[in-house]
T-cell receptor, first 115, second 113 residues
Framework: AQTVTQSQPEMSVQEAETVTLSCTYD???????LFWYKQPPSRQMILVIRQEAYKQQNATENRFSVNFQKAAKSFSLKISDSQLGDAAMYFC????????????FGSGTRLLVRP | GAVVSQHPSWVICKSGTSVKIECRSL??????MFWYRQFPKQSLMLMATSNEGSKATYEQGVEKDKFLINHASLTLSTLTVTSAHPEDSSFYICSAREQNTQYFGPGTRLTVL
């Protein structure tokens, strides 16, 4: 069975600086999807970024980018120019390349942004 | 695009009563929706997969007779917590699938007295 590990329960970053959140996963499959979701205090889960495993190019969305290392099974999220509104729980998630569409979530990393 | 709503956002009920939570995809059709439960400071736990026009698929350990799921249309899935008890108090979140991505509703906080 696949597992997703987020080893950093909490991270802190100064406003305007860059922070990287770590995520590793375990799978024997070659095709799959990876996601980062953000959950602010409102508890609304928001999609941050998505990566298809067959794509070598790292996904980017404005200030958010990933470092996808398939061989190492690593999927870290980099947030540049951090803003106060980035403070939230961040969950890494894995989805198999099948018709179940189920997500397997990591335990989450709480990001604090210092003004 | 890809907006999912949930209603109600907060509900308090007495022990032994039933509560229905609605999940709607507002700007897309979703053949598959998901129901999660989240305890404080924890990750999301998948309860069941809801497929339009067919029976839901429940995860191991989830009581299907207690958590009734109906997905009657391509934009609506409902979760009914039957004979609710205080241990059912939690934050329930739904998501709807659009192509290869799940989009989440804002969640429903259930408190059972």
């Amino acid at each position: 069975a696949q597992t997703v590990t987020q080893s950093q329960p909490e991270m802190s970053v100064q406003e305007a600086e860059t922070v990287t959140l770590s995520c590793t996963y375990d799978t024997s499959e070659s095709d799959y999807y990876l996601f980062w979701y953000k959950q602010p205090p409102s508890r609304q889960m928001i999609l941050v970024i998505r990566q298809e495993a067959y794509k070598q190019q790292n996904a980017t969305e404005n200030r958010f980018s990933v470092n996808f290392q398939k061989a190492a099974k690593s999927f870290s999220l980099k947030i540049s120019d951090s803003q106060l509104g980035d403070a939230a729980m961040y969950f890494c998630a894995y989805r198999r390349w099948d018709s179940s569409y189920k997500l397997i979530f990591g335990s989450g990393t709480r990001l604090l942004v210092r003004p | 695009g890809a907006v999912v709503s949930q209603h109600p956002s907060w509900v308090i009920c007495k022990s032994g009563t039933s509560v229905k939570i609605e999940c709607r995809s507002l700007d897309f059709q979703a053949t598959t929706m998901f129901w999660y439960r989240q305890f404080p400071k924890q990750s999301l736990m998948l309860m069941a997969t809801s497929n339009e026009g067919s029976k839901a698929t429940y995860e191991q350990g989830v009581e299907k007779d207690k958590f009734l799921i109906n997905h009657a249309s391509l934009t609506l899935s409902t979760l009914t917590v039957t004979s609710a008890h205080p241990e059912d108090s939690s934050f329930y979140i739904c998501s709807a699938r659009e192509q290869n991505t799940q989009y989440f509703g804002p969640g429903t906080r259930l408190t059972v007295l």
